[in-house]
């Protein structure tokens, strides 16, 4: 497949009689530790590249909100710790769509959750951080359509509301304009976690991780999806066989080549490629491998 952002990610074909370790499936994973699937990273990237695309970095802005420790106490010993933090996501996102829309601005929403590795490892609580990405003002240098005040007035009202308690803080939201690309302000907190989700299981506390750890409003989820595109197999081989010269002309910017062992019957075992994932340098280098 051909994502618009750029990326690629091309299934390989391999002998069918094997004896090769089967991946195991994403829901597994993720509750063995790994934060992200491959498809949530590239929905996140590509919703992100698109709000980029369409109204360029000057007009967005880059949501924090953070559960205060009181929170977080509350929430460690509710018997459904995810589904309150899911609960606060899905209000706080109806709330700022209402607001978006009440300015005629667009209402998509491409963030992620994180898991706060300092506090885990300093007070063993789970902290919870979400990072959103949206169209904050009309046009460039326009006034920014909500305060800084409102995102944190919102946030704690809802949360105290789910959670069941009045809950206060000085520093539970911050808003900033986006100052580098989106996919690498995103990118970077998918990255980020992985050890610490893994102890926060391990210590018998995978209840209070989301069930999901991504958010494309559906809308734009339904765009990207509809933009990208199949790849022939022709065009895959071309594109794998050429893989390094094109990186060498800076045509690819990097790609990654997943191979698993393949036993043969005489009890030899070597490395088979099974899929080849990737990103062009340019989008519009997603043209030359669309035939």
């Known amino acids: 497949m051909l994502y618009p952002n ?13 004896h090769k370790c089967i991946p195991q499936a994403p829901e597994t994973r993720e509750r063995k ?27 967005l802005s880059f949501l924090t909100a953070t559960l205060p420790d009181e929170a977080l106490e509350l929430m460690a010993i509710a018997e459904d710790g995810a589904g309150l933090w899911a609960e606060i996501i899905r209000q706080y996102e109806q709330w700022l769509k ?3 829309r009440a300015a005629g601005l667009c209402d998509f929403i491409v963030g992620v959750t994180e898991v706060q590795e300092r506090r885990w490892s300093e007070t ?20 920014w359509i909500i305060k800084k005040e409102d995102f944190a007035k919102a946030w704690l009202k809802i949360v105290s509301n789910v ?4 809950i206060e803080s000085k520093s539970a939201t911050r808003v900033e304009r ?9 990118s970077k907190y998918m990255s980020k976690g992985g050890k610490v989700i893994e102890e926060i299981v391990d210590a018998g506390k995978r209840n209070l991780l989301p069930t999901s750890w991504w958010n494309v409003s559906f809308e734009l989820r339904r765009m990207i999806k509809a ?19 094109l990186k060498d ?5 990097w790609f990654y080549i997943h191979e698993i062992d393949l036993v043969e019957p005489h009890g030899e075992t070597r490395k088979v490629p099974v899929a080849f994932v990737g990103k062009f340098s340019k989008p519009e280098y997603l043209q030359m491998f669309n035939y």
């Open 163 to 166: 959670i069941g308690t009045n």
């Open 249 to 253: 002309q800076g045509i690819i910017q």
């Open 98 to 100: 209402r607001r978006l």
């Open 178 to 186: 986006i100052k580098k690309s989106i996919e690498n302000y995103l």
């Open 33 to 59: 530790g790994q934060s992200f699937t491959s498809y949530g990273r590239r929905l996140v990237r590509n919703g992100a590249w698109w709000l980029q695309q369409t109204f360029t970095r000057q007009r």
């Open 6 to 18: 750029g990326e690629f990610s091309l299934g390989l074909s391999m002998p069918v009689k094997s």
């Open 227 to 245: 933009m990208i595109v199949p790849i022939s197999e022709d065009a895959k081989y071309t594109l794998y066989d050429a893989r390094d010269a």
């Open 124 to 143: 063993q609580k789970v902290g919870l951080h979400l990072h959103w990405v949206f169209q904050g003002r009309s046009v460039h240098n326009s006034a």
